[in-house]
């Protein structure tokens, strides 16, 4: 007898998971779009249904699809975003591949290119998202989380208007790590920065000064980052890490 290698359920499903995945990326589905049913699935690839239901895992666990319960339910095509690189991050972070002081390190470096090339390519509408982005940071909030995500709000949209979507790619991540620092530690409001210094940032992009935006960000960033740093030992406590 030849040295046949034994077929594994797991290869089967890869093989599902890596056709409707190229589906999904040539348009075949498109985003909020349902993939065909359970049962459609298991005819087409002549595959049982756990195996097509561990196929349809995979996808979801890489960002492709949201599986949904319930009548309305079944498989739904996800635009992709940066939560995957996220995840990959905070997970990085919390097992101590990455520490409080490399990412504001890499802020310092990344955010005032950001900054200078939002005021270098700013439109109407992305002048208008910024005013009201910094406007709402003056709003009293509430509850802790709200005035986080207001209060970084203004970071989020410099990111967003600057035009390199590799860019993004690289600052989501980080943002949303600070973020999740600020939400388990919950520091004192004047902590985490003045005010005025978001001001000081949109009035230069707003202005179309690149210049004067990357100094005053790199000034925000520093500031930031000395609060931050001193934040690491109690988030990593919190999380029961430290
Ligand atoms: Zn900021």
Not at 183 to 194: A, E, F, G, S, Y
Request: charged residues 25%; proline residues 5%; glycine residues 6%.
């Amino acid at each position: 007898m030849p040295d046949f290698e034994p077929v594994k359920t797991l290869r089967i499903s890869e093989n599902i998971s890596t056709q409707l995945k190229n589906a999904i990326l040539k348009g075949d589905f498109k985003p909020g779009q349902k993939l065909p049913s359970e049962r459609q699935l298991t005819e087409a690839f002549q595959a049982s249904r756990v195996v097509v239901r561990e196929a349809l895992r995979t996808l979801e666990l890489s960002g492709f699809v949201r599986i949904r319960q319930g009548p309305r339910g079944g498989a739904y095509v996800q635009r992709l975003g940066y939560e995957r690189l996220t995840e990959y991050y905070t997970d990085l972070f919390l097992s101590g591949a990455l520490s409080v002081g490399e990412l504001v390190e890499a802020r310092v470096h990344l955010e005032p290119e950001i900054a200078r090339l939002a005021a270098q390519n700013l439109t109407p509408e992305a002048a208008a998202r910024l005013k009201q982005a910094l406007s709402r940071e003056q709003i009293p909030a509430m509850k802790h989380a709200d005035w986080v995500h207001r209060n970084m709000a203004t970071d989020y949209v410099l990111m967003e208007i600057c035009g390199n979507r590799l860019f993004q790619a690289m600052l989501d991540p980080l943002l949303r790590l600070t973020q999740e620092i600020i939400l388990v530690v919950k520091p004192r409001r004047t902590v985490i920065h003045d005010p005025h210094e978001h001001e000081a940032i949109v009035d230069a992009v707003l202005a179309g000064d690149g210049r004067r935006a990357a100094r005053a960000m790199r000034d925000h960033i520093e500031n930031v980052g000395r609060s931050l740093t001193g934040l690491e030992k109690a988030y990593r406590r919190q999380k029961g890490l430290g």
